[in-house]
């Protein structure tokens, strides 16, 4: 599978990101192996998950997802050959310091996911969320400490505004700390604007690695849904019937699914080719709950979109200033 450079780091990972939200969720730890097997079998290397997945799902209390991944890691013995990413900041427990970004909670929780991921290091250890109760420096010098232990070798953020991004890399520079090496945003075909109005500038400029995620827009644009016919029985439908299912959404639908036509694609390959190509971006993140899912998405990373393609898919999705 083709690699890439995170950010301006010396580390190579997949162009194709494996999510790992479904784990211990939508997918037990059988059907998770299985998914992982398919992953890694075409020389995947990339896998993302967090604490605090599936911590909404019903009798869950987060952790399932890494304690999933950490598992088959035991078993299978590779590593060493993996780029392990998870993240912190969400709600693991109803006290006051079982959330956030504070010197307290990361170091508590990092050590919680080294033991559900069976591991002494994490590759790429994520702020999931902005935390603005909590100084920029304390969390970036708790971060740095954690590199310099050994037990994280690189940091990122997620869910940043370009403002707090930005304020966050000039922390980094004045306190000499380790600083956020790559961003997490939600972008995809149907969401554009959030992330190409100030993030993309920025990332491109100071070279940070770019891991989107929701690449499929919650499975929309892999073309399930469909205007005026029953909604999948999935546990993301509702969502996506409010975020996606307008005039827009099918619009860009319908572009997707007349290249997959014109190449002999899926629409999930093609949404998934659109982003690999996009300049800045490192990994389309994706999840799956079957191998079959796997092996269609790794298929659109090496999808070759012409000019043409993309100049169809570009103008479908463009999104305009109010």
Not at 65 to 94: F, N, Q, Y
Not at 201 to 219: D, F, N, T
Request: charged fraction near 25%.
């Amino acid at each position: 599978m083709l690699t890439r450079r995170l950010g301006r780091t010396g580390l190579k990972v997949s162009a194709l990101c494996l999510g790992g939200n479904t784990f211990g969720w939508t997918t037990d730890q059988k059907a998770s192996e299985a998914v992982l097997d398919a992953y890694v079998e075409p020389g995947g290397n990339f896998i993302d998950t967090a604490d605090v997945y599936s911590r909404w799902a019903p009798g869950n209390k987060g952790g399932e997802s890494e304690h999933t991944l950490g598992t088959w890691l035991g078993a299978r013995k590779h590593r060493a050959d993996l780029v392990i990413a998870t993240k912190v900041c969400g709600p693991m427990g109803s006290g006051p310091n079982d959330k956030g970004l504070s010197r307290a909670h990361i170091m508590a929780a990092v050590e919680a996911s080294l033991r559900r991921l069976g591991t002494d290091y994490i590759d790429l250890y994520q702020a999931h969320w902005d935390d603005t109760e909590t100084p920029l420096d304390e969390t970036l010098r708790a971060f740095d400490d954690l590199v310099r232990q050994g037990k994280v070798r690189y940091v990122g953020a997620s869910n940043y505004s370009a403002w707090r991004l930005a304020r966050a890399l000039w922390e980094s520079d004045r306190h000499r700390t380790v600083r956020y090496e790559c961003l997490q945003p939600k972008y995809n075909l149907v969401s554009r604007d959030e992330y190409e109005r100030e993030l993309e500038p920025l990332c491109r400029e100071q070279e940070i690695g770019v891991i989107p995620y929701y690449s499929l827009a919650s499975g929309f644009l892999s073309g399930k849904y469909r205007p005026g016919q029953p909604l999948p029985r999935t546990a993301r439908a509702g969502g996506v019937e409010k975020a996606y299912m307008n005039e827009r959404g099918f619009r860009v639908l319908a572009a997707v699914e007349q290249v997959a036509k014109d190449l002999g694609a899926t629409p999930a390959q093609v949404s998934i080719a659109w982003l690999v190509n996009r300049p800045g971006i490192t990994a389309p993140i994706a999840s799956a709950t079957t191998p079959a899912q796997v092996k269609e998405l790794v298929g659109g990373v090496d999808l070759a979109l012409d000019a043409q393609h993309i100049a169809r898919l570009d103008q479908a999705s463009a999104w305009r200033d109010a």
